[in-house]
């Protein structure tokens, strides 16, 4: 953080050192010029200054570039471990179409670091020592008119943020309604009435268009309106200093007084529009940043036997009357072969959920004798678990090593014989290669639930939950997946009906 603090101040310096420079450069040759005294030495300073004004916007520029590429990494990082941390259930509820698009604002927030508030804060040094030359050139009344314009422009921000906030809301909304037509998409091509399937959408995309204009007014009101029509103010004011017999070196300075004062006050116009937008980016990405800034040690041993204790403990999805597991007592000890057995809804996948700490119980107490992560995997059903569009040694190499290492991949395959998914592999032109997912290689129901087997095995955790993963296979491939499965975990819970 100390890093960051030092570079801004040092683009703040930078900056006001390139304007002071850019400034005093015309005031030297504009004096001089006014007083008939245009000799070399003085055109000399002129250019020297000139080019010193030229070195520290280069500065600048270095300057912005390296907290640009800090502030990205150090968001990315955080954001990264907040998806991490996510709660599933929170995700599903949301829908993953509303989350994507939230990440994606990280891009404003990132141009903010880059361009809005140092654009804003550069235009707040220019903007004192344009009040400054006004003054000296105008008279004192008309930094009060410049106050006043900024006050117009704070108006137009919040105007501009509010119409952006609910712009904002608008396109998620519709976002995310895309992304689960588009993941639903089969589904709703056979089931579906064509009559009705756009139902609603010309209505939302009329909503939809009015939001943005609104607020595509509220952006021209302040980043054209408001410096332009200081502009004019400007012109006025020194039309009004010319009548009034002014003399040639005042309206001289008059005249750059005013132009340096529309300068600023466009930076000013685009930072604050860059600061609203990242306002709208900070509310949607916040919520998704942890507070703590605390790693998990990366090396961290797993423990060689595990014991979980669960006493009491129990689920409760909120809104609901009843709650989907009822308090029960368990004890897992390294080393146990369990099925879990239960009629539908009875809640075994929810403490499947809870024993790999996926939910939270909402009562009762769960004991687990390691706190690393990943010492309790679960493989949740088919419906709720996704193949990647992408190599099945990737699909199955998930959670464990991409790019791998030779070693990885031979044990890939290995563990996709074993558990009866060869004959697939024999078949694809690629093998391990073989592209798969929604638009690759098309799976049976029972090739993907061995896929996501495989994915399980080869994380080698030291507990494995797997959730009907076997319900898919015939009973020869489920021997067989099953006797792979036992071969190659210490502690295994089986889930089914
Ligand atoms: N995200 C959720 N929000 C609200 N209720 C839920 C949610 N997920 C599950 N439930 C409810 O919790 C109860 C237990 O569900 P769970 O999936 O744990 O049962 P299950 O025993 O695994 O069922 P099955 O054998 O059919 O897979 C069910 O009544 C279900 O409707």
């Not at 550069?122 to 006004?134: G, R």
């Not at 502009?231 to 010319?242: F, H, I, K, M």
């Not at 004062?261 to 916040?286: E, I, K, V």
């Not at 067989?480 to 819970?493: E, I, K, Y």
Request: charged share 15%; net charge neutral.
């Amino acid at each position: 953080m100390t890093r960051l603090v030092a570079l801004l101040a040092a683009v703040l310096v930078a900056h006001a050192g390139q304007y002071g420079l850019f400034l005093y450069s015309w005031i030297i040759l504009g004096g001089a010029t006014f007083a008939g005294e245009l000799t070399g030495t003085v055109i000399a300073a002129w250019a020297v200054t000139m080019a010193a004004g030229l070195g520290c916007r280069a500065v600048t520029s270095h300057l912005q570039s390296a907290l640009a590429v800090i502030a990205g990494a150090r968001l990315r990082r955080r954001l990264l471990r907040g998806a991490l941390g996510l709660d599933p259930a929170a995700v599903r509820r949301e829908g993953t179409g509303h989350l994507l698009g939230r990440v994606l604002e990280t891009e404003s927030l990132e141009d903010l670091a880059t361009g809005g508030a140092l654009r804003g804060l550069a235009a707040a040094v220019e903007l004192v020592l344009a009040a400054v030359l006004l003054t000296t050139a105008l008279g004192p009344a008309v930094p009060v008119l410049l106050t006043g314009w900024l006050v117009a422009a704070a108006v137009a921000t919040a105007r501009y943020t509010r119409r952006r906030m609910a712009w904002t809301t608008a396109r998620l909304a519709l976002g995310n309604d895309l992304a689960e037509k588009i993941a639903g998409h089969r589904t709703r091509a056979v089931q579906q009435d064509p009559e009705h399937r756009h139902d609603g959408e010309r209505a939302a995309l009329d909503a939809y268009t009015s939001l943005a204009a609104s607020m595509d007014r509220g952006l021209t009101v302040l980043t054209v309106l408001i410096p332009r029509g200081w502009a004019l103010t400007g012109t006025a004011l020194l039309a009004a200093s010319v009548a009034a017999g002014a003399a040639a070196p005042a309206r001289a300075a008059g005249a750059l007084a005013v132009m340096f004062t529309y300068g600023a006050m466009a930076h000013l116009s685009t930072g604050l529009a860059g600061l609203a937008d990242a306002r709208c980016a900070w509310a949607q990405l916040g919520p998704l940043l942890p507070v703590t800034t605390n790693e998990p040690p990366a090396d961290a041993a797993v423990p060689e036997t595990v014991t979980i204790k669960a006493n009491g403990v129990g689920f409760h999805y909120p809104g609901r009357a009843h709650a989907a597991l009822p308090p029960i007592d368990l004890r897992i000890d390294a080393g146990d072969r369990l099925v879990l057995e239960g009629p539908s809804g009875s809640g075994k996948s929810t403490l499947a959920a809870l024993l790999a700490g996926t939910l939270e119980p909402t009562t009762g107490r769960l004991h687990l004798t390691s706190t690393t992560p990943g010492t309790v995997l679960a493989v949740p059903q088919a419906d709720h678990n996704h193949l990647l569009l992408g190599p099945l040694a990737m699909n199955v190499l998930l959670g464990r090593a991409w790019p791998p290492e030779p070693a990885d991949l031979r044990s890939a395959e290995e563990v996709c014989r074993a558990i009866g998914l060869g004959d697939l592999l024999d078949r694809m032109p690629a093998g391990m290669a073989q592209i798969i997912g929604e638009t690759g290689w098309r799976l049976s129901e029972g090739e993907r639930s061995l896929v996501f087997l495989a994915r399980a095995l080869l994380q080698g955790a030291p507990v494995l939950i797997l959730d009907e993963t076997f319900g898919a296979l015939d009973p020869h491939t489920l021997d067989t997946a099953l006797n792979a499965a036992l071969d190659r975990t210490s502690t295994l819970v089986v889930v089914r009906h």
